[in-house]
């Protein structure tokens, strides 16, 4: 079954630099993961968790080649909490954040929000500069970035308010910054609520920005994107299509098909969907796999 698809709002802003490292050598890593978000969050840091294994050669690497350079030690000291987590003896906690191969990095907010993550090899520099990425000495880095202040957003029961415009250093908004999660949550239980985003729970994944309205639903989208983010980032399918060219969708113009929330650039494009939404759909998902995921 189809539901049309409406509007939503939010904002996010850019990161300022890294605060100077501290004079220790080394990383300091946590004995327990609940430590870990404890100390990040008297402290105002990240929290970077690796997940490993004993039997894992690349894990082993990382630790030598990686974990021991001082560049590294320091931009980890400066940004976030370290911790490691053995993937065999917490299964549970490696499902939780959607861990399919060892090693990965996840780094999150204080509150579990997930932020980021690096799968596999990864070169000293590279660990660093996404660190660095989501850091911010302008604010607790628990925040995944810094926002800037927008009036209440007031929500309307046939059309949200338009979306208000995020800056330059950031993608533009998925869904104008509601609730991805919330959204097809609800429209799968057949429910039309919207649910705005939160400034202090985003994730960016192929080119859009999406917010989300809590810590849980934020952890939800970051273990499977692809299902709640819309189908090519809420770019007109019919218009990919039918005329190879890429045109953004619009709130007013959606559709709820296959568990997806599609968006199309015109009534007309929507029309031609709702014609033949088996083609679209199943062309849809091949040129997405063709996207690079964001982080």
Same mark, same amino acid.
């Given at each position: 079954?189809?539901?049309?698809?409406?509007?939503?709002?939010?904002?996010?802003?850019?990161?300022g630099?890294?605060a100077?490292?501290l004079?220790?050598p080394?990383?300091?890593?946590?004995?327990?993961?609940?430590?870990?978000?404890?100390?990040a969050?008297?402290?105002?840091?990240?929290?970077m968790?690796?997940?490993?294994?004993?039997?894992?050669p690349?894990c082993?690497?990382?630790?030598r080649?990686?974990?021991?350079?001082?560049?590294?030690?320091?931009?980890?000291?400066a940004?976030?909490?370290?911790?490691?987590?053995?993937?065999?003896e917490s299964p549970?906690l490696?499902?939780?954040y959607?861990?399919?191969?060892?090693?990965t990095?996840?780094?999150?907010?204080?509150?579990g929000?997930?932020?980021? $993550?690096?799968?596999? $090899?990864v070169?000293?520099?590279?660990?660093s500069?996404?660190?660095k990425r989501?850091?911010?000495?302008a604010?607790?880095?628990?925040h995944?970035?810094?926002?800037?202040e927008?009036?209440?957003l007031q929500h309307h029961?046939?059309r949200?308010?338009?979306?208000i415009?995020?800056? +330059?250093q950031?993608?533009?908004?998925?869904?104008?910054?509601?609730?991805?999660?919330?959204?097809?949550?609800d429209?799968?239980a057949?429910? $039309?609520?919207?649910?705005?985003g939160?400034?202090? +729970?985003g994730?960016?994944?192929?080119?859009?920005?999406?917010?989300?309205?809590?810590?849980?639903?934020?952890?939800?989208f970051?273990?499977?994107?692809?299902r709640?983010?819309?189908?090519l980032?809420?770019?007109?399918?019919?218009?990919?299509?039918?005329?190879g060219?890429?045109a953004?969708? $619009?709130?007013?113009?959606?559709?709820?098909?296959?568990?997806?929330?599609?968006?199309f650039?015109?009534?007309a494009?929507?029309?031609?969907?709702?014609?033949?939404?088996?083609?679209?759909?199943?062309?849809?998902?091949?040129?997405?796999?063709?996207?690079?995921?964001?982080?």
């Open positions: 079954m189809r539901y049309l698809v409406k509007a939503f709002v939010g904002a996010i802003a850019g990161l630099p890294v100077a490292a004079a220790q080394g990383i300091p890593w946590s004995a327990t993961f609940e430590g870990a978000k404890d100390q969050a008297q402290s105002g840091r990240l929290v968790v690796h997940f490993w294994a004993p039997w894992c690349v082993l690497d990382t630790e080649d990686v974990y021991s350079q001082p560049s590294v030690a320091a931009t980890v000291r940004t976030s909490v370290a911790v490691k987590v053995n993937h065999d549970e490696a499902a939780r959607g861990v399919r191969r060892l090693p990095v996840v780094v999150l907010a204080p509150d929000t997930p932020l980021d $993550r690096v799968e596999g $090899r070169t000293p520099q590279q660990l500069d996404r660190l989501q850091t911010s000495p604010m607790p880095s628990g995944r970035q810094a926002v800037h927008q009036p209440t029961s046939t949200p308010p338009a979306g415009q995020p800056t +330059h950031n993608p533009p908004l998925g869904l104008d910054g509601y609730c991805a999660v919330s959204l097809s949550d429209l799968l057949n429910r $039309r609520r919207w649910v705005p939160s400034k202090a +729970h994730v960016i994944h192929r080119g859009r920005t999406y917010l989300f309205a809590d810590a849980e639903k934020a952890a939800r970051f273990q499977d994107p692809d709640y983010a819309p189908i980032s809420g770019r007109d399918v019919v218009a990919a299509i039918d005329e060219r890429a953004e969708g $619009r709130r007013r113009h959606g559709a709820f098909f296959g568990n997806r929330v599609y968006l650039s015109s009534e494009t929507l029309q031609r969907f709702e014609d033949q939404p088996n083609r679209y759909a199943d062309s849809a998902v091949r040129l997405s796999a063709r996207t690079p995921r964001a982080r």
